[in-house]
């Protein structure tokens, strides 16, 4: 098993990256939708079993950013999603926000109507318009049925 761990935030990739290492999975870290793409069009090469994906990270087209100024707004992880699925690898969103947020409802919407797996989001949210400090990473892999050690 590999996942394909997309997270364009240092503290969110940090807590994913301690997660999937004390777990003993491997796994492939990308910043941007350029990378992604890269690496699920080699899927095969790469070992790529599993997708973990940020919601909102940049495309990577401008060069060497990293997100901070690169169309951090736009959704891409619907696209990674897409490909995904697209060559029969499970993935999931993994998210800071409410699945019922304005900038997340819509994409919640549209995964029902394509059969995607539920989001693992800011479930705990006191509203809808919360923004959690961290991320359900577990959660994530409870929904892609990668049972990992209690102790983790």
Same mark, same amino acid.
């Given at each position: ?13 940090? @807590? ?11 796994? %492939? ?42 169309? %951090?707004?736009?959704? #891409? ?10 060559? =029969?690898?499970? #993935?999931?969103? #993994?998210?800071? =926000?409410?699945?019922?947020? $304005? ?7 549209? =995964?029902?109507?394509? $059969?995607?797996?539920?989001?693992? @989001? ?13 991320? $359900? ?7 892609? $049925? ?7």
């Amino acid at each position: 098993m590999k996942i394909l761990l997309v997270e364009d935030t240092a503290r969110h990739a940090d @807590d994913a990256i301690n997660i999937l290492q004390r777990a003993g999975i491997e796994f %492939i870290h990308v910043k941007n939708l350029d990378f992604a793409e890269q690496a699920l069009l080699k899927s095969e090469q790469y070992g790529i079993t599993h997708v973990i994906t940020d919601l909102f990270f940049p495309q990577g087209r401008s060069g060497n950013s990293n997100g901070v100024d690169n169309n %951090i707004l736009e959704p #891409c992880g619907v696209a990674v999603m897409s490909l995904a699925n697209a060559k =029969g690898i499970p #993935c999931v969103i #993994c998210t800071d =926000g409410h699945h019922h947020g $304005d900038r997340y409802d819509w994409v919640t919407q549209m =995964g029902r109507m394509l $059969d995607w797996p539920g989001m693992a @989001d800011h479930r705990r949210a006191r509203t809808r318009s919360d923004v959690a400090e961290t991320k $359900d990473w577990e959660f994530a892999l409870e929904i892609l $049925d990668i049972t990992i050690p209690i102790s983790v």
